[in-house]
């Protein structure tokens, strides 16, 4: 069983488009994050959520919403798509609140067009 | 909030050479934590370094952290094409944030 599993995988959409990328885990973690890394393999945080709330919120635009139905779910919604959103997008989730071992996703490489 | 630089960004070594990655901040931390992320992979712990002159060792990876906990490392010994990605260390920030070194992509050619 994939401990984090996000997808989808890839994603191709054009400038302007919504869209989801969905992410659970299995492994009864406190707390989710979002990754953003870009061409040069730089890793910056997005989002990160404990217990349903948001707990940090980088300063990313407002375009980007993150969505927690539950603990074990972290999904990240991008309204409005444009060209320098296209990345990879990664989902972590963590037993504590920051100081444990992350557990990440497969990533999401999204092309926008 | 924490920063943390890491250093080379890019580093081309022969197999069998050894290879080596720094991590420096201005402040102290309470722990550092090691990734490995392969080519089109994702992020993968290596190991967590918690106390002041801390070495922990993992077949050819030797980590350490220094006595004063602002500066941490990451020696591959003789290198083999498999320890090819790139290598992150990571804080955890006041905030409870997983703050990322900019990474050292390691090539090792055959």
């Known amino acids: 069983d994939t401990a984090v599993s996000q997808t989808p995988k890839y994603l191709v959409t054009q400038m302007g488009n919504d869209k989801s990328i969905k992410c659970e885990q299995n492994?009864?973690?406190?707390?989710m994050y979002w990754y953003k890394q870009d061409s040069k393999k730089f890793l910056k945080i997005m989002f990160s959520?404990?217990?349903?709330?948001?707990?940090i919120n980088e300063t990313v635009p407002n375009r980007f919403s993150p969505k927690s139905p539950d603990k074990a779910h972290l999904n990240l919604h991008i309204n409005s798509l444009e060209l320098g959103d296209s990345a990879v997008y990664f989902c972590?989730?963590?037993?504590?609140?920051?100081?444990?071992?992350?557990?990440f996703g497969q990533g999401t490489r999204l092309t926008v067009v | 909030g924490q920063q943390v630089m890491q250093i080379p960004q890019y580093q081309h070594v022969q197999e069998g050479e050894d290879f080596t990655t720094y991590c420096n901040s201005s402040?102290?931390?309470?722990?550092i934590q090691w990734y490995k992320q392969r080519p089109g992979g994702h992020p993968v712990f290596l190991i967590q370094?918690?106390?002041?002159?801390e070495v922990k060792k993992q077949k050819r990876l030797t980590f350490q952290f220094g006595e004063a906990k602002k500066n941490s490392s990451l020696h591959i010994t003789a290198t083999q094409t498999t320890d090819v990605g790139t290598y992150f260390c990571?804080?955890?920030?006041?905030?409870?944030?997983?703050?990322f070194g900019s990474g050292t992509q390691l090539t090792v050619l055959p």
């Open positions: 370094l918690v106390k002041s002159g």
């Open positions: 972590a989730s963590t037993k504590g609140q920051g100081n444990t071992e992350a557990f």
């Open positions: 402040t102290t931390l309470s722990n």
């Open positions: 492994l009864g973690h406190d707390t």
């Open positions: 990571v804080i955890s920030g006041s905030a409870r944030q997983l703050t």
């Open positions: 959520y404990n217990n349903k709330e948001l707990i």
